[in-house]
């Protein structure tokens, strides 16, 4: 996961990507996944929208969004606490998966080899 804190950026949750600007001034484009708020703190989840050496394909980030009232905007940081993060990424997972039976519409009743749990790609619990 990327450790290096950045500025929070301005997005439209109906927006698929948005560019963040790293410490070093450089654009780094990332696809919009979630954001929430768990337990009295909001997230926001990531994922890299084009191939970067630092970050593996496919990887999840994972950033406490925290506003500064004063200077009107927000900054990204990293959760460094292993528990807290395991249990955003649950939070997120447990999001995904709602949402994902909610497009499903399979119910738990499908027989489509193609059913896959969201969150993780394991074959759904359907019965066939």
Do not use: H, W
């Amino acid at each position: 996961m990327n450790t290096n804190k950045t500025n929070a950026p301005e997005f439209d949750q109906e927006e698929d990507s948005i560019v963040l600007t790293m410490e070093d001034g450089s654009e780094k484009a990332f696809n919009y996944e979630d954001s929430f708020i768990y337990k009295d703190k909001k997230y926001l989840c990531l994922s890299p929208a084009e191939e970067m050496e630092e970050i593996s394909e496919g990887e999840l980030l994972i950033y406490e969004l925290k506003e500064d009232e004063q200077k009107e905007e927000g900054m990204l940081s990293p959760i460094e606490d292993e528990s807290l993060l395991e249990e955003v990424y649950k939070e997120y997972c447990k999001r995904y998966d709602e949402e994902f039976e909610e497009s499903c519409e399979c119910d738990g009743e499908c027989d489509d080899e193609n059913c896959k749990c969201g969150c993780c790609g394991e074959e759904c619990d359907c019965e066939d």
